[in-house]
């Protein structure tokens, strides 16, 4: 006996967990700090080689 086969499977269907927008929402949410806090620390660490 053999499974039918779904056309309309969800998995296949379905949209992506996030849209163009949201993912570079989410994105500049995470980056910005994240290079805030680079350049913080190269800048500290700068001040150790002078």
Not at 16 to 27: R, Y
Not at 29 to 39: A, D, H, K, N, Q
């Amino acid at each position: 006996m053999s499974t039918p086969v779904n056309s309309s499977s969800s998995a296949a269907t379905s949209e992506p967990a996030a849209t163009g927008g949201s993912a570079v929402l989410a994105w500049l949410y995470v980056g910005i700090p994240l290079l805030w806090g680079v350049s913080q620390t190269f800048i500290k660490a700068l001040a150790l080689f002078k």
